[in-house]
């Protein structure tokens, strides 16, 4: 697929997405969600891919929402598939097994928020704004924004937010558990990369069996033999005998995915 909203480049093995609508504050049309789609199906298909960046061009927004002016265009029939492909492309990224975080830069509102939750971990900057002010169209969030909300800071406050409609700065973003952290505007890219950067050292098949294990409590399913599960897959890795070998070597591991 030729990527137009999309800006995509990998570096060091690091893939960063970042949403290119800056006149429209990067709201995602349903072109940009066949590309964010299409995306993560590289992420899943390509080796030279360890990890994932997610965020928006420019300092205002990371994502203002779902297309407004194509939002107005859904009747009930469309509306649903609108929302199960949405929470399809957002499963993805949620069950990648490569890490995925995103960089807030600015607002994060409705399907934003949304696309921000798929993700496995939230750096913001300190001029985000979160939100899910779908309310004051008429409507409630679709991309799975009324499950992942309540999983990240509790039901009371989600209702508050979804109910309201308010929004919410970085500062209490974090108090309420929704961002891992915030840093200024000018270090958020560069904090993002560490952090990806720092957990695509470590054992890759690891790394998507602890996103798995966790999803699984959240899909509804039963984690803890999911867990088990996944302990035992590390187990045949040729990783895990480098992984123990070096520590008993007092040296540093060298992962090779395998
Ligand atoms: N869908 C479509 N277009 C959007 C958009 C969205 N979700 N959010 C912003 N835009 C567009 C505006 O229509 C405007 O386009 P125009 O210049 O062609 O008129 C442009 O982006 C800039 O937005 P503007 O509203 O002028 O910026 P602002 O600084 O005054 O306000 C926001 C910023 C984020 C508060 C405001 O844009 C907003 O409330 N956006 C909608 C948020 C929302 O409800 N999202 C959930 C959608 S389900």
Redesign the pocket.
């Known amino acids: 697929m030729e990527f137009v909203n999309l800006h995509l480049s990998l570096e060091a093995g690091i893939l960063t997405i970042k949403v290119n609508r800056p006149?429209?504050?990067n709201?995602l049309?349903i072109k940009t969600m066949e590309e964010v789609s299409a995306a993560f199906d590289k992420v899943y298909d390509e080796d030279d891919i360890k990890g994932v960046i997610l965020t928006g061009e420019g300092e205002?927004?990371f994502v203002?929402?779902?297309?407004?002016?194509e939002?107005g265009e859904l009747n009930p029939m469309s509306a649903r598939k609108f929302a199960e492909k949405g929470q399809e492309t957002f499963a993805k990224i949620e069950n990648c097994g490569k890490p995925v975080v995103a960089a807030v830069n600015g607002?994060a509102?409705?399907?934003?928020c949304e696309l921000a939750m798929s993700c496995h971990i939230r750096l913001a900057a300190e001029n985000a704004?979160f939100g899910q002010?779908?309310i004051?169209?008429g409507?409630i969030p679709g991309y799975g924004g009324t499950q992942r909300l309540p999983m990240l800071i509790g039901k009371s406050k989600a209702l508050e937010l979804m109910l309201t409609g308010d929004?919410i700065n970085a500062e209490q973003a974090l108090q309420l558990g929704l961002v891992n952290a915030v840093y200024p505007q000018a270090e958020l890219y560069e904090k993002a990369q560490a952090m990806v950067q720092k957990i695509i050292t470590k054992a890759p098949i690891a790394i998507g069996q602890i996103v798995d294990s966790v999803n699984a409590f959240y899909n509804s399913e039963d984690g803890y033999q999911t867990e088990a599960n996944a302990f035992a897959n590390c187990c045949k890795t040729e990783d895990f005998k480098e992984g123990t070998a070096a520590f008993l070597e007092k040296r540093k591991p060298e992962f090779k995915g395998k």
């Open positions: 006149t429209k504050l709201a049309n205002k927004a203002a929402g779902a297309d407004i002016k939002i607002f509102l409705g399907g934003g704004r002010p779908e004051n169209l409507i929004m």
